[in-house]
C-alpha cells in the first residue's frame, strides 16, 4: 500500500466518526434473519464489528487493500471470539457470487451494502450486478438491505465546482489538525458526480501534510434501486427513507431498500 492509500483510509474513518446512525438498523435486521452475514464493501469494518460482536459470522467484501487493513486494525481490538467471526475476501463486488472463498461462506440470511458504497460502481450494469450478487448469494427467504443517498436537485445543482469547507476534525490517531474540503461537478447525461477530496493536516503553526482524493459517484433513483431488486429476483419488502426505516416522502434524501429473495428460490 502506498502512504497516500493509507492516509486517505485513515481520513475516510475520520469522515465517519461522525456516526452515520445506520449500525443499529442493520443489528435489527440480524436480530430478525440470523446469520451468516454478507457485507459488500465492507471496508474498515465499521458495521461489521459490532456484527460480530454482537454474535454473528460476518463475510465481508472489498476491493481497497487499505481500507481492509484498517478492517482488520479494528478487528484486533475486538475479543478473540469476535473478531474470529469475520472473513475478510479482497474481491469485486459484483463478481463476489462468483468466488469460492465467499460462496464457501454462504448461503447468506442477509446481504448488506451500506451507506452509498452502490455509488461506487459507474454504470447501471455493475449497479445491477451487485444486487444479482446479493440475490445468488442469499439463502432462500434471506434479506438484502441497501442503503443510498439520493440528492435533491438543489445538491446536484450545487455540483458546479464550487470549494466548501466540510469540517475540521483532530485525529485521534496521529493528534493532527484535520481539514476536509470538497469540490464536485455533476453531469446529467450519466448522472456521474466527480468528487475531488482534500484532506488537510498537520499540527497547528506547521504547514500542513495534503491528501486529495478524486472518485466518481453515479447517482440513481429509487425507482432504479427497486428495479435493480426486481432485475436480481428479489422482492421488495420495503422502501424506506431512513435509517429507522420510515417512510419515503418527497424529498426524502436516502432510499434504505429491503428485498428479500423468495422462499422458494
Request: net charge negative; glycine share 8%; hydrophobic share 45%.
Amino acid at each position: 500500500m502506498s502512504a497516500a492509500a493509507d492516509a486517505i483510509a485513515r481520513l475516510y474513518d475520520l469522515d465517519l466518526s461522525v456516526d452515520p446512525g445506520d449500525v443499529e438498523l442493520y443489528e435489527a435486521l440480524a436480530k430478525r434473519t440470523g446469520g451468516p452475514i454478507l457485507e459488500l464493501a465492507i471496508g474498515s469494518c465499521r458495521i461489521a464489528g459490532p456484527l460480530a460482536e454482537a454474535g454473528y459470522r460476518v463475510v465481508g467484501v472489498d476491493i481497497d487493500e487499505a481500507m481492509m487493513a484498517r478492517g482488520r486494525a479494528r478487528l484486533a481490538t475486538l475479543r478473540v471470539a469476535a473478531a474470529a467471526r469475520v472473513e475478510m475476501v479482497q474481491a469485486d463486488m459484483t463478481q463476489a457470487a462468483d468466488n469460492a472463498q465467499v460462496v464457501g461462506g454462504g448461503p447468506y440470511q442477509l446481504a448488506i451494502l451500506a451507506l452509498n458504497s452502490i455509488l461506487i460502481l459507474t454504470t447501471p450494469d455493475l449497479q445491477r450486478a451487485a444486487l444479482r450478487s446479493m440475490a445468488r448469494l442469499l439463502a432462500p427467504g434471506g434479506l438484502a438491505v441497501v442503503d443510498v443517498w439520493l440528492p435533491v436537485p438543489a445538491d446536484l445543482t450545487a455540483f458546479d465546482g464550487r470549494l466548501s469547507l466540510d469540517w475540521l476534525r483532530t485525529d485521534p490517531e496521529s493528534g493532527f489538525e484535520v481539514t476536509k474540503s470538497s469540490a464536485a461537478w455533476f453531469d446529467p447525461t450519466s448522472r456521474i458526480v466527480t468528487l475531488i477530496t482534500t484532506f488537510e493536516e498537520g499540527a497547528p503553526g506547521t504547514a500542513p501534510i495534503r491528501w486529495t482524493r478524486q472518485d466518481a459517484l453515479r447517482m440513481l433513483t429509487a425507482d432504479e434501486l427497486v428495479g435493480y431488486a426486481a432485475d436480481a429476483g428479489l422482492q421488495v419488502e420495503r422502501l424506506a427513507g431512513d435509517h429507522e426505516l420510515g417512510p419515503m416522502h418527497p424529498g426524502s434524501d436516502r432510499a434504505v431498500l429491503l428485498a428479500r429473495k423468495p422462499p422458494s428460490a
